[in-house]
């Protein structure tokens, strides 16, 4: 079955950097569209960046320009996610998702994604 599993969450101070990856297995990797989606506490999920299957597209929230950066690897079914400059109000889950498409664009609606890792938790600290 298709896995979604994410890695490289933790604590770190305000400023600092992390690097989310996203290991997938069970679907044919470079036929999807990949995100990174987030939730704080309280808050409803968010899109934050994708990349489209070929990864020539790659959409940003505004949050998060400048700061984070998506890239993919199809030889390695991976999906990353860089981020620098961080602050407390990107502590969330962090989720992975998968959008099974036939064109390079990018959905940044979450419901249109097939697939869901269980989520990774960023804490930054101020």
């Known amino acids: 079955q298709v896995q979604l599993v994410e890695s490289g969450g933790g604590l770190v101070q305000t400023g600092g950097s992390l690097r989310l990856s996203c290991a997938a297995s069970?679907?044919?990797?470079?036929?999807?569209?990949m995100a990174w989606f987030r939730q704080a506490p309280g808050k409803e999920r968010e899109f934050v960046a994708g990349?489209?299957?070929?990864?020539?597209?790659?959409p940003h929230a505004d949050f998060s320009k400048g700061r984070f950066t998506i890239s993919r690897d199809n030889t390695k079914n991976t999906v990353s996610l860089q981020m620098n400059s961080l602050k407390p109000e990107d502590t969330a889950v962090y989720y992975c998702?998968?959008?099974?498409?036939?064109?390079?664009?990018?959905?940044?609606?979450?419901?249109?994604?097939?697939?869901w890792g269980q989520g990774t938790q960023v804490t930054v600290s101020s």
């Open positions: 998702a998968a959008d099974l498409r036939t064109d390079f664009a990018v959905i940044t609606w979450e419901v249109a994604y097939d697939y």
């Open positions: 069970g679907l044919s990797f470079d036929s999807y569209v």
């Open positions: 990349i489209s299957r070929n990864g020539q597209v790659t």
